[in-house]
């Protein structure tokens, strides 16, 4: 691993010498905003960790003028917010090209809480990151770890990220410990950090406090975290430039090539320099215009919007009536096929029995026995290469203890 985080000073380095900042995020709903509308905005809300990071970062190097909801291209610092309500590395490994533009520098990712603690996150997680580092211009990776009390466990998927942050050299920002530090003895310290259900009224206890969500105290130490951290890279960098009597960005900061072997592979003696090929996902997403989730068939199926507080919306694929079918053309798939859909115990969720050209059938439950209301992908890996479509139908039988029968899909993607 090289000293310090070349990949990131080197974009530090770029930044310093004039070019444009580019900043994107991937991420759920606490880098979306879900506990800091303000202005009627939540994705950029100026109390938004991200947009306090973006900022600091167009204060630090000032260019000419700045953009947020950024496409790509232009002269000035640029920043564009691609998280996700309920949307975890499962999704984004396939779909991260939908939400974010081609040209950035540097991408924070923010899953920590959206991740399940499994093998399937941790391949998604290592294959999402592999993919970000490998695009044009090379950019840097940031894994933000936000955290919550509201879940099975307090250990999360970020658990499982840390391992492959540091084969990558990923820089991690992890706020829980600062917040450990003064919880364990003042309760109210959950006040500071958290959204309030009535943002009017103080909590009586912690009843009254979203401990899936930060809120601005939350978002504030985050920004201030991912700004301290960039600040002791530059610190680093200023005494590697003046002992070196340079400021060649080539000589000091050269591009960092991406570790040839996945850490989800098996080394081979007899070909221990083999790289794993940059595979290139396909997404049809809900949320997409440009690529959307559009079926080629479909009977018993809408596109439904749920909005709740502050205007929050989340949008997705739906039926209710058993016997509904729909069908996806997924064009030519070399190996893998994923359906993205809904998982809650809160919701009334049924079953879907799925097929690929009329074979390899799966059902699948969006009901679970689980706290967490969050998108999961269902794959059909190995398959021969070839050309697909995707069918499904809503069953009878469901896992939903009350019987429902409601189904909600959010994407499909391929490789």
Not at 290 to 312: A, C, I, M, Y
Not at 348 to 372: F, M, P, Q, R, V
Request: hydrophobic share 35%.
């Amino acid at each position: 691993m090289p000293e310090g985080n070349t990949r990131l000073q080197r974009v530090l380095a770029k930044w310093r010498a004039g070019k444009p900042v580019r900043l994107g995020v991937i991420g759920g709903s606490n880098s979306a905003g879900q506990g800091v509308w303000a202005d009627n905005q939540m994705m950029y809300s100026q109390l938004n960790m991200h947009v306090q990071l973006f900022n600091y970062l167009d204060a630090r190097f000032p260019q000419r003028g700045k953009v947020m909801e950024a496409t790509g291209g232009g002269d000035e610092n640029s920043f564009v917010n691609g998280a996700k309500f309920g949307r975890g590395t499962e999704y984004f490994t396939m779909c991260s090209d939908v939400h974010l533009p081609e040209e950035l520098d540097l991408v924070v990712v923010e899953f920590a809480v959206n991740d399940q603690y499994n093998l399937e996150a941790t391949e998604a997680y290592e294959f999402l990151v592999r993919y970000l580092l490998e695009r044009p211009g090379s950019p840097a990776v940031l894994e933000l770890q936000t955290f919550g009390y509201e879940f099975d466990k307090v250990l999360t998927g970020g658990g499982s990220h840390l391992a492959t942050n540091l084969y990558y050299n990923i820089p991690t920002i992890a706020p829980r410990t600062l917040f450990y530090d003064g919880a364990q003895h003042n309760v109210t310290k959950f006040w500071d950090w958290f959204y309030w259900y009535n943002p009017h009224e103080v909590p009586a206890d912690l009843h009254g406090v979203d401990l899936r969500h930060f809120g601005p105290g939350g978002h504030r130490v985050s920004a201030e975290l991912m700004e301290a951290y960039i600040e002791q890279q530059l610190c680093e960098m200023d005494y590697t430039e003046e002992q070196a009597g340079t400021r060649d960005i080539d000589t000091l900061y050269p591009v960092q090539p991406v570790h040839p072997l996945s850490l989800m592979s098996a080394f081979s003696r007899d070909h221990p320099g083999a790289a794993m090929r940059r595979l290139a996902p396909k997404c049809q997403s809900i949320d997409s215009d440009s690529h959307p989730l559009t079926p080629v068939h479909s009977d018993g199926w809408e596109r439904w919007t749920w909005t709740g507080d502050n205007g929050k919306t989340k949008t997705y694929l739906r039926a209710t009536q058993p016997g509904a079918t729909v069908t996806f053309d997924l064009g030519a798939v070399t190996s893998r096929v994923e359906i993205f859909y809904l998982r809650s115990k809160a919701f009334g969720l049924g079953s879907l029995e799925c097929t690929l050209n009329g074979e390899h059938a799966k059902t699948i439950h969006g009901w679970w026995d689980k706290a967490e209301n969050i998108g999961q992908s269902t794959r059909w890996r190995n398959i021969e290469a070839g050309d697909y479509r995707l069918e499904c139908e809503l069953l009878g039988e469901t896992k939903d203890p009350g019987g429902g029968t409601e189904f909600r899909i959010m994407a499909v993607m391929s490789i």
